[in-house]
Protein backbone atom coordinates (compact mmCIF):
# COMPACT_ATOMS: atom_id res chain seq x y z
CA UNK A 1 0.00 0.00 0.00
CA UNK A 2 0.76 3.71 -0.31
CA UNK A 3 1.83 5.58 2.23
CA UNK A 4 2.91 9.57 2.32
CA UNK A 5 4.62 11.09 5.54
CA UNK A 6 5.29 13.95 6.35
CA UNK A 7 7.55 14.14 9.57
CA UNK A 8 7.03 17.64 10.78
CA UNK A 9 3.67 18.28 12.17
CA UNK A 10 4.77 22.36 12.75
CA UNK A 11 6.81 24.50 11.14
CA UNK A 12 7.56 27.91 11.58
CA UNK A 13 9.16 30.54 9.78
CA UNK A 14 9.74 34.44 9.74
CA UNK A 15 8.24 36.77 7.48
CA UNK A 16 10.83 36.80 4.18
CA UNK A 17 12.55 33.76 5.13
CA UNK A 18 12.98 30.52 3.58
CA UNK A 19 11.19 27.14 4.53
CA UNK A 20 11.13 23.65 3.73
CA UNK A 21 8.57 21.04 4.00
CA UNK A 22 9.27 17.54 3.90
CA UNK A 23 7.44 14.39 2.53
CA UNK A 24 8.81 11.03 1.85
CA UNK A 25 6.51 8.31 0.40
CA UNK A 26 6.38 4.35 -0.33
CA UNK A 27 5.74 3.47 -3.42
CA UNK A 28 6.23 0.59 -5.87
CA UNK A 29 4.60 2.15 -9.04
CA UNK A 30 6.56 3.78 -11.20
CA UNK A 31 4.03 6.29 -12.82
CA UNK A 32 2.34 8.38 -10.42
CA UNK A 33 1.97 11.41 -9.22
CA UNK A 34 2.90 14.33 -6.43
CA UNK A 35 1.02 17.79 -5.42
CA UNK A 36 1.26 19.92 -2.17
CA UNK A 37 -2.14 20.81 -1.19
CA UNK A 38 -2.51 24.02 0.89
CA UNK A 39 -5.41 24.46 3.73
CA UNK A 40 -5.39 28.32 5.22
CA UNK A 41 -7.72 28.42 8.24
CA UNK A 42 -11.23 28.17 7.64
CA UNK A 43 -10.54 28.76 3.89
CA UNK A 44 -10.73 26.18 0.97
CA UNK A 45 -7.98 23.56 0.61
CA UNK A 46 -5.97 24.39 -2.86
CA UNK A 47 -3.56 23.08 -4.91
CA UNK A 48 -0.23 24.17 -5.15
CA UNK A 49 2.14 22.77 -6.73
CA UNK A 50 1.64 19.20 -8.30
CA UNK A 51 5.14 16.90 -10.26
CA UNK A 52 5.01 14.33 -12.23
CA UNK A 53 6.90 11.06 -11.72
CA UNK A 54 8.72 10.82 -15.31
CA UNK A 55 9.62 14.18 -15.36
CA UNK A 56 13.17 14.84 -13.77
CA UNK A 57 12.77 18.99 -13.52
CA UNK A 58 11.66 20.14 -10.36
CA UNK A 59 8.33 21.74 -10.75
CA UNK A 60 7.71 25.29 -9.57
CA UNK A 61 5.46 28.33 -9.41
CA UNK A 62 6.13 31.27 -8.01
CA UNK A 63 7.60 31.55 -4.62
CA UNK A 64 7.10 27.89 -4.35
CA UNK A 65 8.92 24.97 -5.53
CA UNK A 66 10.13 21.37 -4.88
CA UNK A 67 12.71 19.06 -4.67
CA UNK A 68 11.61 15.61 -6.15
CA UNK A 69 14.34 13.14 -5.79
CA UNK A 70 12.46 10.32 -7.16
CA UNK A 71 15.39 7.43 -5.94
CA UNK A 72 14.89 8.78 -2.06
CA UNK A 73 11.23 8.86 -2.86
CA UNK A 74 11.30 12.68 -1.38
CA UNK A 75 9.12 15.16 -2.09
CA UNK A 76 9.96 18.13 -0.26
CA UNK A 77 8.48 21.57 -0.80
CA UNK A 78 10.28 25.13 -0.77
CA UNK A 79 8.54 28.67 0.21
CA UNK A 80 10.71 31.64 -0.45
CA UNK A 81 10.28 34.94 0.94
CA UNK A 82 7.66 33.59 2.97
CA UNK A 83 4.18 35.54 3.17
CA UNK A 84 1.71 35.94 6.12
CA UNK A 85 -1.04 34.46 3.98
CA UNK A 86 1.02 31.27 3.34
CA UNK A 87 0.01 30.24 7.12
CA UNK A 88 -1.90 26.87 6.26
CA UNK A 89 -1.67 23.34 7.09
CA UNK A 90 -0.01 22.10 3.64
CA UNK A 91 -0.82 18.46 2.47
CA UNK A 92 1.44 16.33 0.64
CA UNK A 93 -0.56 13.69 -1.47
CA UNK A 94 0.41 11.08 -4.02
CA UNK A 95 -1.89 9.64 -6.85
CA UNK A 96 -1.13 6.72 -9.11
CA UNK A 97 -1.04 7.07 -13.11
CA UNK A 98 -4.17 4.48 -13.83
CA UNK A 99 -7.25 5.76 -13.94
CA UNK A 100 -8.86 4.79 -10.96
CA UNK A 101 -6.08 6.14 -8.76
CA UNK A 102 -7.50 8.66 -5.74
CA UNK A 103 -5.08 10.60 -3.68
CA UNK A 104 -3.22 9.64 -0.94
CA UNK A 105 -2.65 12.39 1.56
CA UNK A 106 -0.25 13.12 4.31
CA UNK A 107 -0.93 13.88 7.84
CA UNK A 108 0.06 17.40 7.13
CA UNK A 109 2.38 20.37 8.65
CA UNK A 110 0.93 23.41 10.13
CA UNK A 111 3.37 26.43 9.03
CA UNK A 112 2.95 29.52 10.70
CA UNK A 113 4.22 32.63 8.75
CA UNK A 114 5.24 35.23 11.97
CA UNK A 115 5.93 38.74 11.23
CA UNK B 1 -16.17 29.95 -12.64
CA UNK B 2 -13.48 28.05 -10.94
CA UNK B 3 -15.12 27.23 -7.60
CA UNK B 4 -17.27 24.34 -5.81
CA UNK B 5 -19.75 25.56 -3.62
CA UNK B 6 -20.95 23.97 -0.48
CA UNK B 7 -24.26 24.34 1.17
CA UNK B 8 -24.85 24.77 4.63
CA UNK B 9 -21.69 25.78 5.80
CA UNK B 10 -22.24 23.95 9.51
CA UNK B 11 -24.93 22.30 10.50
CA UNK B 12 -25.67 20.67 14.03
CA UNK B 13 -28.32 18.00 14.04
CA UNK B 14 -29.30 14.94 16.03
CA UNK B 15 -29.01 11.36 15.87
CA UNK B 16 -32.38 10.76 14.61
CA UNK B 17 -32.77 13.61 11.87
CA UNK B 18 -32.32 13.44 8.21
CA UNK B 19 -30.62 16.00 6.83
CA UNK B 20 -28.85 16.68 3.10
CA UNK B 21 -25.53 18.24 2.48
CA UNK B 22 -24.80 19.67 -1.24
CA UNK B 23 -22.94 20.60 -3.39
CA UNK B 24 -22.15 22.65 -6.58
CA UNK B 25 -19.94 23.48 -9.64
CA UNK B 26 -20.38 24.59 -13.10
CA UNK B 27 -16.75 23.88 -14.00
CA UNK B 28 -17.79 20.93 -16.34
CA UNK B 29 -15.90 18.52 -14.30
CA UNK B 30 -17.60 14.91 -14.69
CA UNK B 31 -15.28 13.84 -11.13
CA UNK B 32 -17.00 14.63 -7.89
CA UNK B 33 -15.80 13.67 -4.26
CA UNK B 34 -16.78 13.18 -0.77
CA UNK B 35 -14.26 13.40 1.70
CA UNK B 36 -14.51 13.65 5.70
CA UNK B 37 -12.27 15.56 7.62
CA UNK B 38 -11.41 14.90 11.23
CA UNK B 39 -9.54 18.19 12.69
CA UNK B 40 -5.78 18.18 12.49
CA UNK B 41 -6.24 15.28 10.30
CA UNK B 42 -6.21 14.91 6.25
CA UNK B 43 -8.88 14.25 4.10
CA UNK B 44 -10.28 11.20 4.03
CA UNK B 45 -11.91 9.42 0.89
CA UNK B 46 -15.27 8.73 0.75
CA UNK B 47 -17.37 8.70 -2.31
CA UNK B 48 -16.21 9.09 -5.87
CA UNK B 49 -18.56 9.84 -8.67
CA UNK B 50 -17.50 9.60 -12.64
CA UNK B 51 -19.75 10.72 -15.22
CA UNK B 52 -22.80 10.49 -12.42
CA UNK B 53 -22.42 7.26 -11.46
CA UNK B 54 -21.00 5.93 -8.05
CA UNK B 55 -17.77 4.62 -8.86
CA UNK B 56 -15.49 4.22 -5.01
CA UNK B 57 -17.23 3.86 -2.00
CA UNK B 58 -14.54 3.66 0.86
CA UNK B 59 -16.34 1.22 3.00
CA UNK B 60 -18.65 4.29 4.21
CA UNK B 61 -21.36 3.31 6.49
CA UNK B 62 -25.21 3.05 4.82
CA UNK B 63 -26.12 6.06 7.46
CA UNK B 64 -24.03 8.48 4.57
CA UNK B 65 -25.92 8.03 1.28
CA UNK B 66 -24.77 10.01 -1.77
CA UNK B 67 -26.37 10.87 -4.67
CA UNK B 68 -25.40 12.72 -8.02
CA UNK B 69 -28.32 14.11 -9.52
CA UNK B 70 -26.39 15.42 -12.67
CA UNK B 71 -23.46 16.58 -13.56
CA UNK B 72 -23.02 19.59 -11.83
CA UNK B 73 -24.55 18.82 -8.52
CA UNK B 74 -23.63 16.36 -5.18
CA UNK B 75 -25.63 15.57 -2.47
CA UNK B 76 -25.00 13.42 0.79
CA UNK B 77 -27.75 12.36 2.61
CA UNK B 78 -27.15 11.99 6.24
CA UNK B 79 -29.46 9.89 8.71
CA UNK B 80 -29.00 8.24 12.28
CA UNK B 81 -25.83 9.40 12.60
CA UNK B 82 -23.61 9.00 15.35
CA UNK B 83 -21.11 11.81 17.09
CA UNK B 84 -18.14 10.59 15.92
CA UNK B 85 -19.61 11.19 12.48
CA UNK B 86 -18.88 15.06 13.62
CA UNK B 87 -15.80 16.59 11.02
CA UNK B 88 -15.57 18.99 8.35
CA UNK B 89 -17.09 17.20 4.93
CA UNK B 90 -15.42 18.35 1.88
CA UNK B 91 -16.73 18.08 -2.05
CA UNK B 92 -14.23 17.99 -4.64
CA UNK B 93 -14.40 17.96 -8.40
CA UNK B 94 -12.17 17.17 -11.29
CA UNK B 95 -11.69 16.95 -14.88
CA UNK B 96 -11.57 12.87 -15.43
CA UNK B 97 -9.06 11.38 -17.46
CA UNK B 98 -5.81 12.46 -16.12
CA UNK B 99 -4.39 11.53 -12.86
CA UNK B 100 -2.62 14.92 -13.39
CA UNK B 101 -6.05 16.84 -12.99
CA UNK B 102 -6.09 19.12 -9.97
CA UNK B 103 -9.08 18.51 -7.52
CA UNK B 104 -10.47 21.56 -6.41
CA UNK B 105 -12.15 21.60 -3.29
CA UNK B 106 -15.07 23.57 -1.36
CA UNK B 107 -15.09 25.24 1.46
CA UNK B 108 -17.01 22.02 3.46
CA UNK B 109 -19.59 21.49 5.70
CA UNK B 110 -19.25 21.71 9.46
CA UNK B 111 -21.12 19.02 11.05
CA UNK B 112 -21.77 18.23 14.39
CA UNK B 113 -23.78 15.35 15.58
CA UNK B 114 -25.58 15.41 19.37
Known amino acids: AQTVTQSQPEMSVQEAETVTLSCTYD???????LFWYKQPPSRQMILVIR??????QNATENRFSVNFQKAAKSFSLKISDSQLGDTAMYFC????????????FGKGTKLSVKP | DTEVTQTPKHLVMGMTNKKSLKCEQH?????MYWYKQKAKKPPELMFV???????INESVPSRFSPECPNSSLLNLHLHALQPEDSALYLC?????????????FGPGTRLTVL
Open chain 2, 92 to 104: ASSLIGLPYNEQF
Open chain 1, 27 to 33: TSESNYY
Open chain 1, 51 to 56: QEAYKQ
Open chain 1, 93 to 104: AFRYGGSQGNLI
Open chain 2, 27 to 31: MGHRA
Open chain 2, 49 to 55: YSYEKLS
